[in-house]
């Protein structure tokens, strides 16, 4: 910050001298073209006129007369000494000048650094915070108390900036706490799978049954592996970008379920015949599309139902199942949670499939709208910004 406050100190003071220079040396033309003949008109009242008188002689004998006056003296006298009077004042002001400017020049510089001072306070204070933050601190904030401007303008969002780390910090915490919760139950079930189901020389009936629970196991281990990499992907920027006709995989993704659903006596019911176009990563949509029909019919009781509705510009998957909490609601789209009367199954999850859907959501520049149902289930809307006019074909 010194130096800043030396940059602006010796900009300040420079200006400033330069405007003193200009102006000096504007009343000095100015000055010196009047000044002469200002000068020379008051010297030739002051002196007193040097005459002298010529005679002419008369033709009349004995008999002469003046014949005329002349100045000779006088007009030259008055010149000399208003030109030595302005030259003395223009050298007196020059001098004047010059000293006034070296004393403002030097209170110009003192009160430019206390002035910068001030002005880069708020930028010191800053500067202190943000080499002091680490994970412990990350909920400390500046609160800069000056009067509005940019530098009130840029504390307020250095501490908007905090409240976004904080929460990203705090979020990736709870995410890797969780991932290593599930990942560390997988393999504590395999290990237990493995050293009591298969000790003491099993019967074939019980190592046939061990080795199924342990596929089963390594199956949804991989799943989870596999959704904490697509919830990784999805969070970052969008690298593919093209037209995706949302209701043909919408339809596809349903058809790709209708034996889950069948097997869960859940039914689904698919209204896909109105174009949603959009623009993003179709491999992103088509996962975000199956986990929300995947989601409803997982979370779902016997007989109950799906609907999947694609309209202008949303989609909507709406399914029947257990009451859920509206407070719980937004609670579901993060990562690792479930509601209470979701807790987990054999076939079930690990949580993450309505975090993945918010994830890619967010990177098609949509937005999800979610909601509990009073007789069960949930009701989950995806609207998508303005569609193209032609619906694309993928």
Known sequence: MNSERARLTALYTGLLMLVGILLTGLVYVLLEQGLDSRLGVAV????????????????APMRTQPARRTDTGGAELAAKVGDA???????????????SLAAFTVVSAVLAWWMAGRVL????????????LTGANLHERLALRVPRGELKELADTFDQMLDRIEHLVAARQRFAANAAH?????VSVQRAAAEIGLANDPPPEKVARMRRKLIENADASQRLI????????????????????????????????????ARRAVTLDVEA??????????????????????????????????????????LE?????????????PLLFEPFRRAEQRSRGAGEGAGLGLSIVASIVRA???????????????????????????????
């Not at 009077?85 to 000293?99: K, M, N, Q, W």
């Not at 599930?182 to 997988?186: H, M």
């Not at 998957?317 to 609601?329: E, I, S």
């Open 44 to 59: 030739s009242k002051a002196v007193p006129a040097h005459s002298t008188t010529e005679w002419k002689q008369s033709t």
């Open 85 to 99: 009077a302005g030259d003395a004042a223009l050298s007196r002001l020059l001098t004047v000048s010059g000293v």
């Open 121 to 132: 306070r708020p930028v010191g204070v800053i500067t202190a915070r943000a080499k002091r």
């Open 182 to 186: 599930e990942l560390r139950t997988s």
């Open 226 to 261: 596999e959704s904490l990499l697509l919830l990784a992907v999805s969070d970052q920027e969008l690298a593919n970008r093209e037209p995706v006709a949302l209701h043909e995989v919408t339809a596809d993704c349903a058809a790709n379920l209708e034996e889950d659903a």
């Open 273 to 314: 015949g109105q174009p949603l176009p959009v623009v993003g990563d179709a491999v992103l949509l088509e996962h975000a599309v199956h986990n929300l029909v995947s989601n409803g019919i997982r979370y779902n009781h016997e007989g109950g139902t799906v609907r999947v509705r694609v309209g202008r510009n949303a």
């Open 317 to 329: 998957v709406v399914n029947t199942g257990p009451l859920v909490p509206p407070a719980d609601v």
């Open 364 to 394: 098609h520049g949509a937005d999800v709208q979610a909601r509990a149902n009073r007789e069960g289930g949930m009701a989950i809307r995806v609207l998508f910004p303005q569609p193209t006019a032609n619906a694309p074909r993928r």
